[in-house]
């Protein structure tokens, strides 16, 4: 039984010992309407590429996970209905039925570890939700980084969570986080958390070469570089802290709950920002599908 399906280029760039970026697929099916998620699944790709590397977007499709989709494929996806938001606990039972799903970071951690591809980009990373003493509510990708070894590179952990609490479990699982080029980690849409990172690196190459060496010391689990967003691109922390209140407020008034939580959020963020919170958001998926290529072509030179 066939449990992992590459794209031929995706295989052909893996054979030849290229450098692979796997990319997620919720930001085509839950992120963003059609035709707009379509046109930005083909950017991102089209940015690894000319970065020098090859995309690998993921998805569960009729109950087997692709790595690396057609575009014909990735049309499909942008396009469909019904698509389940795939984590680590739900993954196998879409596939087993034979479903569509879409993967979170989580998926396509445990998906790019099964192809053999050592790097992720994503836009931002599930972390401690507020309130979660009371709600117990602390996404899947935490203990995913602690457990996969794969880099995941994105723009902090989204900004509508507990950060503080999000970088103290993170060291407690024993994930390394690092601030590429600055002392404090990004918050998502805006550069500065104003939390000092725990690491910092300033090179791609240093990036894959500490991939490289968890590996030779037998450490579990990835690495979560957090990639601020391009200057001209963010919305400043102090301008989006009473739009993230009044959200969280929202969605308490309504009583949205669980998995419908971040979703509800980023659409009230978004009406609330006059659509420039996603415009943030494709330029940091884009920012960090750059260094992303740049940290896999890295792993394939100490590979050489």
Known sequence: MTIVVPSPAVQAALDAGKPVVALESTIITHG???PQNLEVARKVEETVRSAGAEPATI???NGTLHVGLTDEQLQELAQARGVAKL?????????AQGRTGATTVAATMIAAKLAGISVFATGGIGGVHKGAENSFDISADLQ?????????????AKAILDLPKTLEVLETLGVPVIAFGQDQVPAFWSREAGLRA???????????????MRGKLGLPGGQLVTNPIPKDAEIPRETLAPIIAKATQDAENHGISGKDVTPYLLQRIFELTDGLSLEANIALVLNNARLAAEIAQEMCNFDA
């Open 32 to 34: 963003m309407p059609w």
């Open 59 to 61: 998805a569960v499709i």
């Open 87 to 95: 984590s680590r606990a739900d993954m196998a039972v879409c596939m």
């Open 144 to 156: 995913e980084l602690s457990h996969t070894a794969v880099t995941v590179v994105a723009a902090g």
């Open 198 to 212: 725990p690491l910092r690196m300033d090179r791609a190459q240093d990036i894959a070469k500490s991939h490289i």
